[in-house]
């Protein structure tokens, strides 16, 4: 199974940006479709944004959206979650994601990496 492995996370102010990272261990990932998930403490883990395999098709639950950007370097193996205007309600640990089909857009997801915490301050 393919390894992903988040960096980035952090303690940021309210307001302030971090962008997240995922590598892959292997090159098998760049066909898959990828998503960034988080779990704040005491809730469920929830969907943030996903990214087509090709990067042409792009997903974000609202309350990112216009704050948040995922992208990915197929070249480089690696998802990026840029996270803009942080608020203390993002603070959660955030996981990187593969979905189960190559060369598809659909919400089953496998492959989880370790997370990275994000601590936002008010």
């Known amino acids: 199974q393919v390894q992903l492995v988040e960096s980035g996370g952090g303690l940021v102010q309210a307001g302030g940006s971090l962008r997240l990272s995922c590598a892959a261990s292997d090159r098998a990932i760049s066909d898959y479709a990828m998503g960034w998930f988080r779990q704040a403490p005491g809730k469920e883990r929830e969907f943030v944004a996903a990214i087509s395999w090709n990067g042409e098709f792009t997903l974000y639950e609202d309350s990112v959206k216009g704050r948040f950007t995922i992208s990915r370097d197929n070249a480089k193996i690696t998802v990026y979650l840029q996270m803009n205007n942080l608020k203390p309600e993002g603070t959660a640990v955030y996981y990187c994601?593969?979905?189960?089909?190559?060369?598809?857009?659909?919400?089953?997801?496998?492959?989880w990496g370790q997370g990275t915490r994000v601590t936002v301050s008010s």
């Open positions: 994601t593969a979905q189960t089909e190559p060369r598809r857009l659909t919400p089953v997801y496998d492959n």
